[in-house]
């Protein structure tokens, strides 16, 4: 399971794949950042530079 983070209000959600264009929360178009793993132990894979 993987953890997605909304672009603009940084809403959460937990699901293998992000949710679609489209925040549940918000309600906004947004880029889900992957934020499963951001410690430097997961840096191979993992890791959304973005954050």
């Known amino acids: 399971m993987n ?16 949710p679609g264009d489209t925040c549940p ?11 499963t793993c951001y410690i430097p132990d997961c840096a191979p894979e993992g890791v959304d530079k973005r954050l």
């Open 25 to 35: 929360s918000c309600h906004e178009k947004c880029s889900w950042l992957n934020v």
């Open 3 to 18: 953890e997605w983070k909304c672009s603009n209000c940084g809403y959460v959600v937990s699901a293998e794949a992000p």
